[in-house]
């Protein structure tokens, strides 16, 4: 069974850093396509960022140069890179790993930022 997997998250002051990773059991990690969402508790699950099989990068304008994506296909492992945090970037995190037309999503990863 296919499976992936969020970690990093955690309480954070604004204008402070986290860094998040994303990784899978079960499957080949290099295949896969992987975004990064989020969501806010009473709104919708928007996304991110996301970085393809083959290493180009998208950002969301909200997080445009304060985020940065990245994989470490030899390690199984995605990564964003969270500077300059705001309380606004309170969310639980998920990643969405895509090969073929199908996703799989993590469990999500909680990132609060306050002081």
């Known amino acids: 069974q296919v499976q992936f997997v969020e970690s990093g998250g955690g309480l954070v002051q604004p204008g402070g850093s986290l860094r998040l990773s994303c990784t899978t059991v079960g499957s080949l990690f290099s295949r896969y396509d992987i975004g990064w969402y989020r969501q806010s508790p009473g709104k919708q699950r928007e996304w991110v960022a996301d970085v393809t099989r083959g290493g180009s990068t998208n950002y969301a304008d909200s997080v445009k140069g304060r985020f940065t994506v990245s994989r470490d296909n030899a390690n199984n492992m995605a990564y964003l890179e969270l500077n300059n945090l705001k309380p606004e970037d309170t969310a639980v995190y998920y990643c969405?790993?895509?090969?073929?037309?199908?996703?799989?999503w993590g469990q999500g990863t909680q990132v609060t930022v306050s002081s």
């Open positions: 969405k790993a895509t090969w073929n037309y199908v996703s799989y």
